[in-house]
């Protein structure tokens, strides 16, 4: 099993859903502890609602038999128990911090509180976060666990190779179409008026907060224009090694406990950072981002602009790599021409059918290589880059095709990468299970289980 198919799995386990339709007896029955690891306990309930939720939320489960969801069970109490035993921190504030973006996203699947509360059959928002709190817990410290297992784990290009010449030929996963792209971006261009009234609008709130005893966290979720912590108050935590922007961590770790900082300008708008409290290498922050707007004649202007550039191209008066170069707003890809880099795979190729974003899947489904898209308003999520109009280049295809190491190294060096991390992982769990006190019940005893869980 690898370590994606353990996330998804785990996610369904500790978010599974309540089914109010069982009988009484089998509730009885569902409720029966099953198995102990350390100072954990697993119970039947939380077996049968991994399994209906992965099914509800599109997971196979044709072959995942109740002892498929044990295993994973058990290897999660283990790094969990672990890493109290190893001191590894989860902070409260963490927990929290999830559970409100949990909560968030379960309120968006059921349309209402209400119903998401009555979905996990809780009678108030206190009673559904207490109910997740300690799974949330117990999930965050397998987590830590395992990031501290692989955390140093590398591996050579020699390590690639013979992961894939492992692989039998006829068993070689298929790659679908895919296309390598360059893009050409043009904002709006901000005026310092407006970039002044963000600035004078977040010295405002600091005041209120500093002079007048205002909350931060209120103030954040008023004006922060961050959706990934707004509903959190602006609430994140941060050590160095954390790929936040040089000009956030540099504030961030300027500040004493408890000071707020003045407005301060990155790539995504203005900020102002609150630091609650330091724990050794790791902040506990909050921050309120308000993004400058453009006006509707720089709208206009940046439309304009990219159009004439478009035209300079297809007349042949600059090839699209210099175009990037001169004159994209889009500084990290300048020099590569504008090479677009898959976020998820860290590859230049996008695999077509996988494009997720309706808007972007429109602009290059259909170009052939080197046709360029017209141009296209991007209305960027709030608390991130900004408006821009955007052309996309095809430089080259490739049809679908069995995964070859040169076209496709990335994405096979990604794979094996996990299965040496899942390696690493299994002989980890072999070892700890023989310092480890673990009871399974006899209906379980019978499992295949992927380590020596039946002492």
Request: proline share 3%; glycine share 4%.
């Amino acid at each position: 099993m690898n370590l994606i198919n353990k996330n998804i799995a785990l996610i369904a386990v500790f978010f599974g859903l309540v089914i109010n339709s069982l009988s009484a007896q089998e509730k009885k029955r569902i409720d029966g502890v099953i198995a102990v690891v350390g100072e954990n306990f697993i119970l039947e309930s939380d077996i049968e609602q991994g399994y209906i939720q992965a099914k509800a939320s599109g997971v196979d489960v044709s072959d995942k038999s109740k002892c498929y969801f044990l295993n994973i069970l058990l290897e999660s109490k283990l790094m969990a128990h672990q890493a109290i035993q190893d001191s590894l921190v989860v902070t409260d504030v963490e927990v929290n911090a999830f559970i409100d973006t949990q909560a968030d996203r379960m309120v968006e699947n059921f349309g209402s509180m209400e119903n998401t509360l009555k979905a996990y059959n809780k009678k108030s928002y206190e009673d559904f976060r207490a109910y997740f709190f300690d799974i949330v817990r117990t999930n965050k410290l397998a987590e830590a666990m395992q990031n501290e297992i692989v955390k140093d784990i590398q591996i050579t290009p020699e390590e690639v190779r013979r992961f894939y010449n492992g692989i039998p030929k006829d068993e070689l996963p298929v790659v679908g179409k895919e296309v390598e792209l360059a893009e050409i971006i043009i904002k709006p261009e901000i005026s310092k008026a407006e970039k002044q009234k963000v600035i004078d609008r977040l010295n405002e709130i600091r005041d209120d907060v500093i002079q007048y005893g205002s909350s931060f966290h209120n103030k954040a979720i008023a004006y922060s224009e961050d959706t990934g912590s707004v509903s959190t108050g602006g609430l994140m935590t941060m050590t160095k090694k954390d790929p936040f922007v040089k000009e956030f961590k540099e504030v961030a770790f300027s500040l004493r406990e408890g000071e707020i900082s003045m407005p301060f300008e990155t790539e995504f708008g203005y900020h102002i950072i609150y630091l609650e409290k330091i724990e050794g290498p790791k902040l506990t922050l909050r921050h309120i981002l308000i993004t400058p707007k453009a006006s509707a004649e720089a709208v206009v202007e940046a439309k304009e602009k990219i159009e004439k550039i478009r035209n300079s191209i297809l007349n042949k008066e600059m090839t699209f790599a210099e175009a990037a170069l001169t004159v994209s707003d889009k500084k990290e890809n300048r020099l590569n021409g504008g090479l677009v880099t898959n976020p998820s795979t860290g590859d230049p190729k996008f695999e077509i059918n996988r494009i997720e974003d309706p808007i972007f899947y429109s602009m290059v489904s259909n170009l052939e290589v080197n046709e360029i898209s017209l141009p296209r308003f991007v209305a960027d999520r709030p608390g991130s880059t900004g408006d821009y109009y955007r052309i996309i280049q095809v430089t080259d295809k490739f049809e679908e095709h069995p995964a070859d190491y040169t076209l496709d190294y990335m994405k096979i060096r990604e794979v094996a990468l996990r299965n040496k991390k899942k390696e690493a992982v299994d002989k980890w769990v072999e070892s700890v299970i023989e310092d480890t006190y673990i009871k399974i019940a006899d209906d379980y005893k019978n499992c295949e289980l992927s380590a020596n869980w039946i002492k």
